[in-house]
């Protein structure tokens, strides 16, 4: 690991995630302002608060790179390195007072992941990620995902079918039909349960880049696989979904399934 020229951004990284954990402990199960996004979905003051915090870190440390973010935009998109911001990854259920939301906090490197971290605050769990090493939990190294594991023994998951067109829906149900468990809710947080070998498989569509470019760097750090539904490499051009696996079995089979679609 100390000759991975990342690990200086990485470590950087989670003292972004330390910093948005204490704004965002304070702020569970407070009173705080919530408003309607164009797209109808909820944005607290607090996950400005958080983006506006991690963003001034940034600007501080490293005024030449970018940085994208979901409450606050876009800045200097021509950088090799780009910052990526979900200050709360799960917002409904923040404000419903469930410890399923987290921070995302993902770093690009001509516009590859390179760095990725998951962060829980509540419950003070953290996945992390960085690529060519082996992803962490809390700071403990993580084990390889089950590389055995069948369709047919596999719990997936999906943050809301919601999300999905009419195709999609159809095509995630034959998927769970042939699975052992299928389960609802999560967001990222299924992302981390997965690096921890609780869950399999989880699935998403509708997803934007803050939403998952952070996911590859810990998936990858445990030999899981991740990609969009046509099997490609997720990026910031990336259509929005995402699909990732315990293994290549796995994600082979649920590709069979999931990858012949049209959008409606």
């Not at 390195?81 to 995302?104: E, H, N, R, S």
């Not at 919601?162 to 809710?185: H, M, P, R, S, V």
């Amino acid at each position: 690991m100390l000759d991975n020229i990342y690990i200086p951004y990485f470590d950087f990284a989670n003292l972004l995630a330390d910093a948005s954990g204490e704004i965002l402990r304070a702020g569970f199960k407070t009173s705080y302002k919530i408003e309607e996004k164009a797209d109808q979905s909820p944005v607290t003051q607090l996950d400005t608060k958080v983006e506006q915090c991690i963003r001034a870190l940034i600007e501080e440390k490293f005024p030449e790179h970018g940085i994208v973010g979901e409450e606050l935009g876009n800045i200097r998109e021509e950088s090799p390195y780009q910052w990526v911001i979900d200050p709360i990854d799960g917002t409904k259920a923040f404000i419903a007072g469930k410890t399923t939301f987290t921070t995302l906090i993902a770093l690009l490197h001509h516009e590859k992941p390179v760095i990725g971290i998951i962060d829980q605050p509540i419950l003070r769990e953290r996945w992390s990620g960085v690529t060519g090493e082996q992803s962490l939990y809390n700071k403990v190294p993580l084990p390889h995902l089950n590389n055995q594991k069948s369709l047919q023994t596999a719990s997936i998951s999906t943050t809301s079918t919601d999300y999905f067109t009419e195709e999609q829906a159809a095509k995630f149900a034959k998927l769970c039909e042939k699975a052992e468990n299928c389960i609802l809710g999560g967001d990222a947080y299924a992302y981390g349960l997965l690096a921890s070998g609780n869950l399999d498989i989880v699935v998403d569509a509708g997803m934007k880049p803050y939403d998952f470019l952070t996911l590859s760097p810990v998936i990858e750090g445990v030999s899981g696989i991740i990609t969009d539904w046509a099997g490609k490499p997720l990026t910031l051009r990336s259509d929005g979904s995402v699909i990732a696996c315990a293994n290549n079995g796995l994600h082979g089979e649920a590709l069979g399934l999931l990858s012949n679609f049209t959008k409606l």
